[in-house]
């Protein structure tokens, strides 16, 4: 099944309002025959979203929300309030909000329920350590995580899949293009096994130290359907450097 790509960029804990200029950079770097090819979001800090989607250049996304619509949540953001602020999409089981605030499956399934409830795409992260992958578990990890971290009913437009090995966020080490294969093949079946025709059209991105110098490499691996862009999203000229992979 043809599907458009996603290039999406993660902006993590970075950003001030002086970075709706970098935004607006970005949005103006895709042309109308580019944007025909590839669908390119950013999700900002959640202080962000509100004034980058206002703008109505570009699709914008959250990077994570509370399984609840409202209530006694000090600090959290629902998906609903996301929704509210024009959002789009929202990351849901990033390994770092896994690694720092303990995210289970389960926490990430509600987390990717509520996305759905508040009519936004859920970007669910998998992905697996150094350790795991020395192990030769890595096909273990991330079906278990798959099964556990996405709720029944997936389709192609409520959820995107992204595979982001931790070893390679941020390290500038990327896995060999026959490893990434391999991972996103195994995504695909796992989608395709338990979601039927569904599972076909959902976005696979992968996502892990992707730079313009690796980008058409990498999106050019069978069932890699876009990227999920830490660092090199930050600067217009770079994440725009990858989004041209798709041109
Ligand atoms: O969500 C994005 C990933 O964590 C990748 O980050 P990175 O591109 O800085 O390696």
Known sequence: ?????????????????????EFVAIADGVSPALADAVEVAVC?????????????????????CHADASGAHTGDVAAEQLKDAGATYVIVGHSE??????????????????????????????????????????????????????????EPTNTVVAYEPVWAIGTGLTPTVADVAEVHAFVRARLVERF????AGVRILYGGSVKPSNARELMAVPEVNGALVGGASLKAADFLGIVAAYA
């Open 1 to 21: 099944m043809a599907v458009k790509p996603l290039v999406a960029g993660n902006w993590k804990m970075n950003g001030t309002k002086a970075s709706v200029a």
């Open 44 to 64: 900002p800090p959640a202080t962000l979203v509100a004034a980058l989607a206002t703008l109505g250049r570009l699709p914008v996304g959250g990077q994570d």
């Open 97 to 154: 909000r896994r690694a720092d605030h303990g995210e289970t499956d389960a926490v990430v399934a509600a987390k990717a329920r509520a996305a759905r409830r508040a009519g936004l795409v859920a970007i669910v992260c998998v992905g697996e350590t150094r350790a795991e992958r020395e192990a030769g578990r890595t096909l273990d990890v991330v079906g278990t995580q798959l099964a556990g971290s996405l709720p029944d009913g997936v």
């Open 196 to 199: 039927g025709a569904a599972g």
